[in-house]
């Protein structure tokens, strides 16, 4: 896949709206981008907000099926059901090809990608009052580290899953450089920069020059100078804050009475968003209650049997995720875990989230480090870093990539808008406009 986009130029002051829309189908939340007749434009999808969750809640009681932050509210409401999250990451998994139960049918989660994209476009078009059956998705830059082929693979099924939801004509940008292209209309001058979309499931970056000058060619890929990810994104900051600081109180790394350590494969579970469904299964369940004669903490076996009973897991890895947002802003975050047990706090601090998330941070680093090197540029010779993506705030990984290029400016761009707004204006580049009215 090329990372250019040739097409015709574009400006505020194009009259007629593009013929397709850029969709940001993220791994925690999705947008669609639209070049319309006013300019570039995040579509409303859900009460006219841009920004829909990427969740979807079978909800049992009232035999109905729920997205985006709606799904989220009937979860938390109590409503018995299934919840899924963080979808993007069955590509390119193993996990892909199965299946969950819901109202006593099979569903195949290649399925449930199709209808969560299918309403992507449905609400698009809603919200622009047009029909799309064109689109550039975005991609990140590995779906998978490591494995070329599993990762055009991924790519392939992503392209299956959207023809399934009616998309009929379609191509792929990646990530950062679709971010690049919104960031490249606020530029005043030619510019060195480094993009760094830290999202849900990945960390991708781009090397770019940028400029208003540059914005107006046809032909981008001689302004690409490299791209480079890792399979590392919030989500996994979740799952390590979760082992680290949360999942102890729950019985992880205890021993038993017999010398054994605490099974952890139901915490690894927990700790995961695509895979908290596996944690309440009644085989799950047995197999924890078997342990109670070796268990040699009853209070944190008690409140482990009570997370999974309750289906809470959910509920937990939002705690989980509010907590890590907070402590990129505080030092300290107090998660309270009363519904486990009266009065029970886990108090966790920004320092035990950097050492949870350390070897991450290094991971990322090594990133750009071989983006740096592959391109054969100098750090000193990069102008500019270009944070997006919901992950973007941690303080480390800012610190991380700022201590890589000591002469860059950091420019923050819209955390969850750019990419979605840089696919608007690579679907109008790359398909170009409806037709003028006569």
């Known amino acids: 896949m090329s990372p250019s986009v040739a097409s015709s130029v574009l400006s505020s002051a194009t009259p007629r709206p593009a013929r397709a829309c850029g969709v940001d189908f993220g791994t925690s939340n999705s947008t669609v981008g639209w ?40 979860y938390l409401a109590g409503y018995e059901g299934r919840l899924m999250r963080s979808l993007k990451s069955l590509l390119g998994s193993r996990l892909l090809d199965g299946q969950t139960e819901v109202h006593g049918r099979i569903v195949a989660f290649r399925d449930l990608l199709s209808r969560f994209i299918a309403q992507l476009r449905l609400r698009a078009e809603t919200g622009a009052g047009r ?16 494995d070329e082929a599993a990762d055009r693979e991924a790519q392939d099924t992503l392209e299956q899953i959207a023809r399934a939801a009616g998309f009929r004509e379609l191509s ?36 770019l020059r940028l400029g208003p000058e540059r914005a107006t ?34 019985g992880l790394g205890a021993r038993l009475r017999s010398g054994r350590e605490m099974p952890s494969g139901v915490y690894f579970d927990l700790a995961t968003w695509h895979t908290i469904n596996r944690a309440y299964t009644r085989q799950t369940l047995m197999a924890l ?29 939002l ?40 070897q991450l941070v290094a991971r990322i680093g090594d990133a750009v ?35 890589r290029l000591p002469e860059a400016g950091i420019a923050v ?13 690579a679907a109008a580049r790359r398909y170009g406009y409806e037709p003028a009215r006569s």
Request: with cysteine; glycine share 12%.
């Open 413 to 425: 761009g819209d955390t969850f808008g750019s990419i979605g707004s840089g696919l608007a204006v």
């Open 289 to 317: 209650k078997d342990l109670g004669p070796d268990i040699a903490d009853a209070r944190k076996h008690a409140r482990l049997l009570r997370l999974i009973e309750r289906r809470d897991g959910h509920r937990l890895a």
């Open 217 to 250: 060619k046809d032909e981008r890929i001689s302004d690409v100078l490299g791209c480079a990810g890792v399979h590392i994104g919030g989500t996994d900051f979740d799952r390590q804050l979760s082992l680290a600081g949360v999942m102890p109180l729950f």
């Open 172 to 207: 792929f940008e990646l990530e950062p450089i679709a971010a690049a292209y919104h960031h490249e209309r606020t530029l005043t001058r030619e510019t060195l920069v480094l993009v760094a979309d830290i999202g849900g499931g990945t960390s991708d970056f781009s090397l």
């Open 131 to 146: 029909a799309f059956d064109t689109a550039v998705f975005g991609r990140p830059v590995r779906f998978v580290d490591d």
């Open 35 to 74: 070049w319309g007749a006013d300019g570039v434009q995040l579509l409303p999808l859900e009460e006219g907000r841009s920004l829909l969750p990427s969740v979807v809640f079978f909800n049992f009681d009232e035999e109905c099926t729920r997205v985006g932050q709606a799904a989220l509210a009937d």
């Open 319 to 358: 705690d989980v995720e509010a907590a890590k947002i907070a402590l990129s802003q505080s030092n300290e975050y107090g998660l309270s875990l009363g519904r486990f047990e009266p009065d029970l706090v886990c108090t966790l601090s920004r320092g035990d989230f950097a050492a949870a998330g350390a």
């Open 369 to 403: 480090d071989e983006l740096l090197r592959s391109a054969g540029v100098p750090s000193a010779r990069v102008e500019s870093i270009y944070l997006t993506g919901g992950g973007s705030s941690m303080p480390a990984l800012r610190e991380c990539i700022a201590a």
